[in-house]
């Protein structure tokens, strides 16, 4: 080995034994730092590396969820909007639907019907007293079909002023076919299209028989009759369509033990009062004071025994009760307008020529019983007749569930008299038909 090659080797070997002593200064550095000092640098906000990582996992978690919470909220606030924006437009759609109907329709038929009534009542007048004298009706079509007592036939048979209103007749008559054949398809009641198939027939017979082609055929046209049911189906279609253009909502009416009573005995208690002939003493006597095709308010209704009599004799009828259940059953009359409403909570304005309120006033106690009577006074028209019945006698067997009070004829003149002006007409005791044990006491008063 040259002296060069001993310098180099000794100078690599200084160079190797200093690396040496480096790296064993630094192990000795790193043994020396105390094990927290070490992960310092993997620490953040005094979390390890584990902890800050499961923290980000967890808030990422709960990002996602906060994100998916507001995006839910935000698309139900949405598509409840929209469906309030579809029910605004469905609402809008059928408001100018009812007024198309009423306009196109009913309306006009209304008025036709009413012009004809009107004119009725000052026709044949002196054939009409004189039968009825007798104990009988006068019916145009078997006067005009009967046989004839003379040579003259048809509208000849009568007066020149009662040929006058016939004639008028027989031409609104005509219209309302033309109405009827031009406009059924705004009918949405199924049961209006054979009352009005009935109608029109009536008319059509009318018309040959004034023209003198059915005499002696009285007998054999007995059952062609004017649909009496006309009037009221026809106010009770325009009731509602007015419901509908006046965005009326259905209102709340607060239950109690009554009112739950005959939610769950409705059944039982239209079969106790569905037959009409029990009242037809009392139909009677009310009918003395109201004209026919008169506008009657049903006041607590119950089933509608009384609001399909009215209907099936030409009056136009809107009624009303607390029970639902009661309503419904009211209202499968296809002809009838029940609403759900109680005493509490009416608010009808003064159109009704008869208020008719049978034992349904009895189930309220005496505030309640004079507010009553102050709202359903108000629905009057001037001279206007309210009818009721309360209890003077209870079965207390059959009052189980129920609440029943007694007023007394005093109080009752007192409310109705002194403080709302009104007079008395009639009153009359009847036994109740449901039980042997109860009496009733009717009144009639006019505003």
Same mark, same amino acid.
Request: with cysteine; charged share 25%.
């Given at each position: 080995?040259?002296?060069?090659?001993?310098?180099?080797?000794?100078?690599?070997?200084?160079?190797?034994?200093?690396?040496?002593?480096?790296?064993?200064?630094?192990?000795?550095?790193?043994?020396?730092?105390?094990?927290?000092?070490?992960?310092?640098?993997?620490?953040?906000?005094?979390?390890?590396?584990?902890?800050?990582?499961?923290?980000?996992?967890?808030?990422?978690?709960?990002?996602?969820?906060?994100?998916?919470?507001?995006?839910?909220?935000?698309?139900?606030?949405?598509?409840?909007?929209?469906?309030?924006?579809?029910?605004?437009?469905?609402?809008?759609?059928?408001?100018?639907?009812?007024?198309?109907?009423?306009?196109?329709?009913?309306?006009?038929?209304?008025?036709?019907?009413?012009?004809?009534?009107?004119?009725?009542?000052?026709?044949?007048?002196?054939?009409?007293?004189?039968?009825?004298?007798?104990?009988?009706?006068?019916?145009?079509?078997?006067?005009?079909?009967?046989?004839?007592?003379?040579?003259?036939?048809?509208?000849?048979?009568?007066?020149?002023?009662?040929?006058?209103?016939?004639?008028?007749? +027989?031409? *609104?008559?005509?219209? &309302?076919?033309?109405? /009827?054949?031009?406009?059924?398809?705004? #009918?949405? %009641? @199924?049961?209006?299209?054979?009352?009005?198939?009935?109608?029109?027939?009536?008319?059509?017979?009318?018309?040959?028989?004034?023209?003198?082609?059915?005499?002696?055929?009285?007998?054999?046209?007995?059952?062609?009759?004017?649909? +009496?049911? *006309?009037?009221?189906? &026809?106010?009770?279609? /325009?009731?509602?369509?007015?419901?509908? #253009?006046? %965005? @009326?909502?259905?209102?709340?009416?607060?239950?109690?033990?009554?009112?739950?009573?005959?939610?769950?005995?409705?059944?039982?208690?239209?079969?106790?009062?569905?037959?009409?002939?029990?009242?037809?003493?009392?139909?009677?006597?009310?009918?003395?004071?109201?004209?026919?095709?008169?506008? /009657?308010?049903?006041?607590?209704?119950?089933?509608?025994?009384?609001?399909?009599?009215?209907?099936?004799?030409?009056?136009?009828?809107?009624?009303?009760?607390?029970?639902?259940?009661?309503?419904?059953?009211?209202?499968?009359?296809?002809?009838?307008?029940?609403?759900?409403?109680?005493?509490?909570?009416?608010?009808?304005?003064?159109?009704f020529d008869l208020v008719w309120a049978c034992a349904s006033l009895l189930h309220l106690n005496e505030t309640e019983f004079q507010s009553a009577l102050t709202k359903l006074h108000r629905s009057l028209k001037p001279s206007g007749i309210l009818y009721f019945s309360l209890k003077s006698k209870v079965?207390?067997?059959?009052?189980?569930?129920?609440?029943?009070?007694?007023?007394?004829?005093?109080?009752?003149?007192?409310?109705?008299?002194?403080?709302?002006?009104?007079?008395?007409?009639?009153?009359?005791?009847?036994?109740?038909?449901?039980?042997?044990?109860?009496?009733?006491?009717?009144?009639?008063?006019?505003?």
């Open positions: 080995m040259t002296k060069m090659e001993e310098t180099s080797n000794t100078k690599h070997s200084g160079q190797m034994n200093s690396s040496c002593n480096s790296l064993a200064e630094l192990h000795t550095i790193i043994n020396v730092i105390p094990k927290d000092k070490k992960e310092e640098k993997s620490n953040f906000i005094g979390l390890s590396a584990s902890e800050f990582t499961g923290l980000t996992s967890s808030a990422t978690v709960f990002i996602s969820l906060f994100v998916a919470l507001f995006t839910v909220i935000k698309y139900s606030k949405d598509h409840k909007h929209q469906l309030n924006l579809l029910q605004r437009e469905k609402d809008k759609e059928d408001i100018l639907k009812a007024k198309e109907k009423i306009e196109k329709f009913y309306g006009p038929l209304n008025a036709y019907l009413e012009e004809s009534r009107v004119i009725y009542e000052h026709f044949a007048n002196d054939e009409k007293k004189h039968l009825k004298k007798q104990g009988e009706y006068f019916r145009t079509l078997r006067y005009l079909t009967n046989k004839p007592e003379s040579k003259t036939k048809g509208i000849d048979r009568f007066k020149l002023h009662d040929q006058e209103l016939l004639n008028h007749i +027989l031409n *609104i008559s005509d219209r &309302i076919i033309k109405l /009827i054949e031009e406009n059924s398809g705004y #009918i949405d %009641n @199924s049961a209006l299209h054979p009352l009005l198939g009935k109608l029109a027939a009536h008319y059509r017979i009318i018309k040959s028989a004034s023209e003198g082609k059915l005499t002696d055929q009285a007998e054999h046209l007995e059952n062609i009759v004017f649909p +009496l049911e *006309i009037n009221g189906a &026809i106010n009770s279609e /325009i009731y509602k369509l007015t419901k509908i #253009i006046n %965005n @009326s909502k259905e209102a709340t009416v607060l239950t109690n033990k009554t009112i739950d009573f005959y939610n769950k005995n409705h059944l039982d208690y239209y079969l106790q009062t569905s037959n009409s002939s029990d009242m037809k003493f009392t139909y009677d006597i009310v009918r003395e004071f109201v004209p026919n095709g008169s506008k /009657i308010l049903d006041a607590g209704c119950g089933v509608g025994r009384d609001t399909k009599y009215f209907i099936q004799h030409g009056f136009k009828v809107v009624s009303f009760d607390a029970s639902k259940n009661m309503v419904e059953m009211c209202n499968e009359y296809p002809f009838a307008c029940c609403e759900h409403l109680s005493f509490e909570i009416i608010k009808y304005p003064p159109v079965d207390k067997s059959k009052s189980k569930g129920r609440d029943f009070f007694q007023h007394d004829f005093q109080r009752v003149k007192t409310i109705l008299e002194s403080n709302l002006s009104m007079t008395h007409i009639k009153s009359w005791s009847t036994v109740s038909s449901i039980s042997g044990a109860e009496i009733f006491e009717n009144y009639i008063f006019r505003k």
